[in-house]
């Protein structure tokens, strides 16, 4: 007689079937995993090489080399060599002459127009700073580089396709001629964009820098930083070693962790609400906008604050209560010091966040068009990301190449605070 336990399957075979099985779902997952995390890396590649692609030109300005003679009747008839009178001299009609040399056969004036366009408005300025730095030059003739025009810049860089019509490019085929001239005859060339980082916003996009925006977003992080910092520690320190625990307490570390979540534009509204429209702080300046970030950035340094302070054991406390330390003394001396590395940390990442926050800023008039680079944090300035934003809706080529540059220098200042969080991180944690 046949036993009907025979026809069963197995336990063991039970088992392994359902293990294979486990251990193909767990294959499955583990692709999918890779294939996420490969195609985050290949769009987070394709993003940086766009912007780079488009942005690392910047970083090098076209220059044309002309014969400048420094006329004293243009520049200083009276000779008494007086700095007004040097400041004040039409430095352009020096800049028109010596392309006049260049290129006699231009008469037409419309052509003339078009030559004096191979040089930057900002040329004059070049000048002007040569004679104020040494009065000397005045009646000698000097070869100098001079600054290059956006679209010649544009031209050179290959941004302008030449073989386009004419009536389809911003430079037409007599300017391209002269082009070639002066790349011929060893008059065209290309350095280093200081001005990029030395100067300040212009209507000229060969002209304008990053240096206003840089200088804005230091005073803000300052600000930022000197209010923040103290205050989120205090927070963090108070409501994990002293406050008591109730509902108060539980209703201000829910309304923390919610205000972490705001959006961002909600505190510029209350920034522009309370700072400018209340205590009439001016407008667009650092101080404005360091108090907004500040409101920002406080609850993510009270939270990472208290997760350090939580991360130091609690024997450490029962020894230095053991050995007659208040509880002021246990928290100062021992606790805080080993709960500063993360403290540290998470300040860092809360500072990277203010340095690429907009939408706040925009709200308290920090979109401004600012010139003048600014020397306090009470002058009116913009920050870094508020100048991308604003070059971003320029409709000039040029802007879009300093646009992409500007980012590429906003993501080194943020990689580099980043990297001093992690460095500190490594450096000075203690693993319990």
Known sequence: MNNPDT????????????????????????????????AGLLFVSFLFISIFAKGYTAFWQTEIQLRITFDEQMIDPSGERDPEVLGFADYNILVKTALMERFPDVRKRGDRR???????TGASLQLREIVMADPAVIGTTQTLWLTADDDIDMLVKGHIDRERDESERRVNDKVIAWVDALEADGALGSSFNINFFSHGDSRDPEQAGIAGAVMGSFYTLIVTL????PIGVASAVYLEEFAPKNKWTDIIEVNINNLAAVPSIVFGLLGLAVFINFFELPRSAPIVGGLVLTL?????????????????????REAALGVGASKMQATTHHVVPLALPGMLTGTIIGMAQALGESAPLLMIGMVAFIVDIPQGAFDPSTVLP????????SPERAFVERTSAAILVLLAFLLTMNLLAVILRKKFERRW
């Open 114 to 120: 078009d030559l004096f366009g191979l040089v930057s």
């Open 386 to 393: 508020v100048q991308i934003y604003l070059w971003a809706d």
């Open 7 to 38: 026809n069963k399957p197995r336990t063991i075979d039970l088992v392994n079937q359902s293990l294979a099985r486990r251990y193909a779902r767990e294959r499955r997952f583990r692709r999918l995993g890779l294939a996420a995390i490969t």
């Open 296 to 316: 920002m950035t406080l609850p993510t340094i009270i939270i990472a604050s208290r997760a350090a302070l939580k991360s130091v054991p609690p024997s450490i």
């Open 226 to 229: 000197l209010l923040s910092f």
